[in-house]
């Protein structure tokens, strides 16, 4: 009877130790599958704890840290989000048999998104009509867009825009401060079709999110967001 009993322990203790080492990494992964898919990126990484791990198995975790690269949103691509979640829910059913991710319950959600000055250009290139080989220049102070304006077909006018990557709590956009015409200073601008681009939706963001502060630094937009 105590040698059964011995027998049973060691049983359930290696089961126990096998689930701490097998478990964080397959989660990880099946985490790390389903932003792939959600967001298009080919580059996501995800590190999951949660101890003890068999309540994984369930959906719980104590903190995901995610990283990820080339983000596709509406109109641009994110270059790097990362992303710090504590005390997670996860809908396992949703994970399991559509490779997508559900939260179901978080208590704090951490997130950063990095916006390049090149991938800024390729947005207006692609979206804005009329705006032809956009070159962008992003300093703490402004974000700088100087281009060709296409006008009826007829005439190219260079332009060039000034102003700031700001958030209105629904979309993430480009608003024109001043803008000058075949170098000449136009001053500020309004109702125009430069006057606001839009970039992408908040709400796209991965988790449902809002955005905290907009931070602009040499070559590069850094977006903070809070659940």
């Excluded at 478990?23 to 990484?45: D, K, R």
């Excluded at 691509?77 to 996860?90: G, P, Y």
């Excluded at 000055?117 to 390729?122: D, F, T």
């Amino acid at each position: 009877m105590i040698k059964r009993l011995v027998m049973l322990f060691v049983v359930i203790a290696g089961l126990a130790a096998l689930s701490e080492a097998v478990l964080p990494s397959v989660a990880s992964e099946l985490i790390s599958q389903g932003l792939a898919s959600q967001t298009g990126s080919e580059a996501m990484q995800t590190t999951a704890e949660k101890h003890p791990a068999v309540y994984m198995l369930g959906g719980q975790f104590d903190k995901l840290a995610i990283q990820g690269t080339n983000i596709k949103m509406e109109r641009i691509v994110i270059s790097e989000l990362r992303a710090k979640l504590t005390d997670v829910q996860v809908d396992m059913n949703a994970l399991l048999q559509q490779r997508k991710i559900g939260i179901k319950s978080v208590k704090n959600i951490d997130l950063t998104a990095v916006l390049t000055q090149e991938e800024l250009a390729a947005c207006l290139n692609k979206s804005v009509k009329g705006v032809k080989n956009a070159a962008v220049s992003i300093t703490p102070d402004k974000v700088k867009v100087t281009s060709n304006f296409a006008v009826g077909g007829l005439a190219s006018l260079a332009v060039t825009l000034e102003g700031r990557i700001v958030s209105d709590g629904e979309k993430i956009k480009f608003v024109t401060q001043n803008f000058s015409l075949n170098n000449r200073l136009m001053g500020s601008i309004g109702g125009a079709a430069l006057t606001e681009i839009p970039l992408f939706e908040v709400k796209k963001l991965p988790f449902h999110v809002s955005v905290r502060d907009i931070v602009m630094e040499n070559g590069r937009v850094i977006i903070n967001a809070l659940n």
